[in-house]
């Protein structure tokens, strides 16, 4: 390592620098994601070498480059990419020459220069509206370049993109799809010498329409991701999937009480459970956006057992489909079982002990609170998951629906019998 700082002090700074040892097919949105903190990148040249594992990355000022530099050089932590570390220098040149198509050869991917506007004035959406007017894009990725604030279009033949240029250069996009401070913005359109872009993630810079299923890049939650409610305030992006954090977690909260609660609101397909930062959090995958807006509007700030135990707080997470490799005490995938919501209030055995049904069946519950393995009667509503405050209803909750076991008590505690308000949660 020693060395390797030795060599990057003695080249001769300069505002390209050479990056090597990158991971396969490493893409220009990773390597701007890592320069961006030390300024402007103005030009990439990636995917070379024979092993098509080096870069080169222009900033605007040899400053910038500099300071980059610097930072590794001194830093115990190596500058990484997908968890690889990956080494700088300056390179020889002071800045990159892109050898190539002259613009003029058809090709079914248009390069976009949109003059007169800074990046983030013209998002990716509405690029996409505008240029999917003339057939099926496919991607769309956007960079900054010393020319301006640019875009790779791709659509699905030459001929579908010649139409789109020849009706859209020299244009502007329609004021009514922008920002009010943004002013007239010019397309200026030639044919790039890509064929078929390398989008490895779905983010404000780049997307692909063909593959749904691509991971969402974390800078995609960055602010510039949030939209304008009504009530003036930010709202996060929707998704079809919840992150739930519990707590004051006085009691157990299994796999079997999310799957219970949550699916009251509609089909769960997935759980995976976690511990992050001291606490437990959860994530929850139903079958579309719909059911997981009504279910976060339901039951923020909620608790699953009265007395303010076990409170939640729900987010939408970046995930789109979690990747559950086995049915374990921690993570649950019901679209692999014969039946996608099994039931989880059949005959249990009965074995005694703490915990057991044997040892809740004459807890004194109070008025109107069943046993774990009894059905309520008919027409009688089972108590309800609360915001704290007693007989706080949750809503959507079938009257006829079961409620759940009881809360098993943390290290030290009570038997949940002993006192009134340890109430069980209701669904």
């Known amino acids: 390592?020693?060395?390797?700082?030795?060599?990057?002090?003695?080249?001769?700074?300069?505002?390209?620098?050479?990056?090597?040892?990158?991971?396969?097919?490493?893409?220009?949105?990773?390597l701007i994601e890592l320069c961006k903190p030390f300024g402007k990148?103005?030009?990439?040249?990636?995917c070379v070498g024979a092993n098509r594992n080096q870069a080169f990355v222009e900033f605007s000022d040899q400053n910038q480059a500099i300071s980059m530099v610097a930072y590794y050089a001194s830093s115990s932590e190596p500058a990484q990419i997908r968890g690889k570390t990956v080494y700088i220098q300056y390179s020889n040149r002071q800045e990159i020459v892109n050898n190539k198509s002259t613009g003029d050869v058809a090709s079914n991917v248009l390069l976009v220069t949109i003059e007169g506007v800074e990046a983030g004035d013209v998002s990716i959406d509405v690029l996409h509206l505008v240029f999917s007017a003339f057939g099926f894009v496919h991607k769309i990725a956007t960079f900054e370049k010393a020319s301006g604030f640019q875009a790779l279009v791709q659509f699905s033949d030459p001929d579908t993109a010649s139409q789109a240029r020849t009706a859209l250069d020299g244009r502007s996009i329609p004021r009514y799809l922008l920002a009010e401070h943004v002013g007239l913005c010019h397309l200026r359109i030639s044919f790039s010498a890509h064929t078929d872009l390398n989008v490895r993630f779905q983010s404000h810079r780049s997307r692909d329409y063909t593959n749904p299923q691509l991971p969402v890049a974390p800078s995609a939650m960055d602010g510039g991701q949030f939209t304008i409610g009504p009530d003036g305030k930010k709202r996060e992006p929707e998704s079809n999937v919840l992150l739930a954090s519990i707590e004051?977690?006085?009691y157990a909260v299994t796999i079997e009480v999310l799957q219970t609660i949550f699916s009251s609101f509609g089909t769960v397909l997935k759980?995976?459970?976690?511990?992050?930062?001291?606490?437990?959090?959860?994530?929850i995958q139903y079958a579309d956006i719909a059911t997981a807006v009504t279910a976060k509007e339901a039951l923020e700030g909620h608790c699953i057992y009265e007395g303010?135990?076990?409170?939640?707080?729900?987010?939408?997470?970046?995930?789109?489909?979690?990747?559950?490799?086995g049915n374990t005490d921690r993570s649950r995938d019901y679209t692999?079982?014969?039946?996608?919501?099994?039931?989880?209030?059949?005959?249990?055995?009965?074995?005694?002990?703490?915990?057991?049904?044997?040892?809740?069946?004459?807890?004194?519950?109070?008025?109107?609170?069943?046993?774990?393995?009894?059905?309520?009667?008919?027409?009688?509503?089972?108590?309800?998951?609360?915001?704290?405050?007693?007989s706080s209803p949750m809503y959507g909750i079938p009257?006829?629906?079961p409620m759940y076991g009881v809360p098993q008590p943390a290290m030290g505690q009570a038997s949940?019998?002993?006192?009134?308000?340890?109430?069980i949660c209701s669904i």
Not at 376 to 384: D, I, K, L, R
Not at 416 to 423: E, K, N, S, V
């Open 416 to 423: 949940p019998g002993a006192h009134q308000d340890h109430l």
């Open 399 to 401: 009257q006829s629906s």
């Open 271 to 283: 759980i995976a459970m976690f511990e992050k930062n001291a606490g437990l959090q959860a994530l």
């Open 248 to 250: 004051n977690m006085q």
């Open 308 to 325: 303010g135990y076990c409170k939640l707080h729900l987010s939408y997470s970046r995930h789109t489909d979690l990747n559950v490799k």
């Open 1 to 30: 390592m020693s060395g390797q700082q030795q060599f990057r002090y003695t080249q001769t700074p300069s505002r390209v620098l050479h990056f090597r040892n990158l991971p396969w097919e490493c893409g220009e949105e990773e």
């Open 336 to 390: 692999l079982t014969a039946q996608s919501q099994p039931s989880l209030l059949g005959q249990q055995p009965a074995v005694s002990g703490y915990g057991s049904p044997a040892s809740y069946m004459g807890s004194p519950y109070g008025a109107g609170v069943y046993s774990p393995y009894d059905s309520a009667p008919q027409g009688t509503v089972p108590p309800s998951l609360t915001n704290g405050h007693a």
């Open 41 to 46: 990148v103005v030009n990439t040249k990636c």
